[in-house]
């Protein structure tokens, strides 16, 4: 069996000729007209600058129709992957949803239980109360005192030892008030002692101002449970001038030695602030009433003795009946 293969044919023969006469002219064509607009570039810029216009002008609309097709399935293949990943991204969005809802039904029934054995138990608890809404009028901070203006002042209601809560947390309280304006000792204070409690942990201990951007939490006491980055430091209500659950900060530094908090929220740019009263102010414990004389002993009267005199709570116009008196 004869395998040799059949002469090719003139005809083809000129076309690969014809083909590859035609592409060296075609590559000199662009070497030599790349190395004439490089010339003119290099002789006449703003010539060039015009040349290179002119064919960007010519190779935009062609290749705008070139990359039409390209770009029209990148297109549908975004479109087909977005759809895709929506999908999922909705089931998730939905499982995670459901979870939320049985945590909120949870925490609702919770809630119910808590308010009617509250009512069962004829529990009594203080109120927040708003005296004033402002704006930090000025910031100060120097080397032993950190403190800010409002323009609110005891005319408006203001009084020493008021809380001041901004929209993400606890800004300071009232040091100093004036009839239209009031200054505030901030948190970082060296002076500033803030009872706190640790969220996750239930550690009480207080949140201690050093002059510098962060707090440091002392005095801890509780579970012997070591913090993590990132636990929330609520106030506790200890004391009775802050109202409990307000943001204080989060930590950053667990250091055994003493963990350091980033605040909540600063006093420069924060907005809003509220001047809240005292969440358990200190009652007046001295008693009521008119002065009157105590029934004394004889020995007593007759010693030389003044009379004690006593307070009492009872009417001003009950009389007295001196059993004492012979």
Request: glycine fraction near 10%.
């Amino acid at each position: 069996m004869d395998w040799t293969p059949a002469p090719r044919r003139p005809t083809a023969i000129r076309r690969e000729q014809n083909l590859a006469l035609v592409s060296a002219v075609v590559s000199g064509g662009v070497i030599a007209a790349g190395l004439i607009l490089l010339l003119v570039a290099r002789v006449n810029p703003e010539t060039a600058s015009g040349v290179r216009a002119v064919a960007t002008d010519i190779v935009a609309p062609l290749w705008s129709v070139m990359r039409a097709p390209i770009d029209g399935a990148g297109k549908v293949a975004g479109d087909f992957g977005d759809y895709f990943g929506a999908v999922s991204r909705a089931d998730q969005l939905a499982a995670e949803l459901d979870k939320a809802n049985a945590r909120l039904r949870a925490a609702r029934n919770g809630q119910r239980e808590l308010q009617q054995l509250k009512r069962l138990m004829a529990v009594r608890e203080p109120t927040r109360t708003v005296v004033a809404t402002t704006r930090i009028a000025a910031a100060t901070s120097g080397s032993v005192a950190r403190t800010a203006m409002l323009a609110v002042g005891s005319g408006d209601g203001i009084t020493r030892d008021m809380p001041v809560i901004g929209t993400e947390g606890l800004v300071g309280r009232t040091l100093e008030v004036g009839r239209q304006s009031a200054r505030v000792l901030l948190l970082t204070d060296p002076l500033s002692r803030v009872p706190v409690i640790v969220e996750r942990t239930g550690q009480a201990g207080l949140a201690v101002g050093r002059n510098l951007p962060t707090l440091l939490l002392t005095d801890r006491i509780g579970p012997e449970l070591a913090l993590v980055v990132g636990d929330r430091i609520v106030t506790s209500g200890d004391g009775g001038v802050y109202p409990p659950g307000v943001p204080v900060g989060v930590v950053v530094d667990p250091r055994a030695d003493g963990p350091v908090i980033r605040l909540a929220t600063s006093p420069l740019g924060g907005g809003f602030v509220t001047v809240e009263s005292g969440w358990l102010p200190i009652p007046d414990t001295q008693p009521q009433g008119p002065v009157f004389d105590a029934p004394v002993p004889v020995e007593a009267r007759t010693s030389g003795a003044p009379p004690p005199r006593l307070r009492t709570s009872e009417p001003a116009n009950q009389r007295r009946i001196d059993l004492a008196r012979p």
